[in-house]
Nanobody, 125 residues
Framework: QVQLVESGGGLVQAGGSLRLSCAAS????????MGWFRQVPGKEREFVAG????????NYADSVKDRFTISRDNAKNTVYLLMNSLKPEDTAVYYC??????????????????WGQGTQVTVSS
């Protein structure tokens, strides 16, 4: 079973950038596709970006396309989310997740088997 720990969240002004990291342990990292999701109070968790085991396939939510980039370093067991041109509506708790079906980059919450504890991202206007 893989454990996931997110870091890199914080407070940033609109138009700024942040890079989130998610470190994995306890499992073979290349055996997992990875995803980033976000959630605000009172709303369902939503897909942000996903990447397959070797980085050859990725998906993005329309709301973040061309602003966010997901990547992974399998040597460091870490997945990243680079967030540029941040907007106040990007404010949320961001979660990373692992999917045992490593070949895909699913957009569906229920396809992911393991979750981190989340990191808060707040974008001020």
């Amino acid at each position: 079973q893989v454990q996931l720990v997110e870091s890199g969240g914080g407070l940033v002004q609109a138009g700024g950038s942040l890079r989130l990291s998610c470190a994995a342990s306890g499992g073979a990292f290349i055996s997992y596709a990875m995803g980033w999701f976000r959630q605000v109070p009172g709303k369902e968790r939503e897909f942000v970006a996903g990447i397959n085991w070797n980085g050859g396939r990725s998906n993005y939510a329309d709301s973040v396309k061309d602003r966010f980039t997901i990547s992974r370093d399998n040597a460091k067991n870490t997945v990243y989310l680079l967030m540029n041109s941040l907007k106040p509506e990007d404010t949320a708790v961001y979660y990373c997740a692992a999917d045992r079906r490593e070949w895909r980059a699913s957009v569906t919450v229920s396809d992911y088997h393991y979750w981190g504890q989340g990191t808060q991202v707040t974008v001020s206007s």
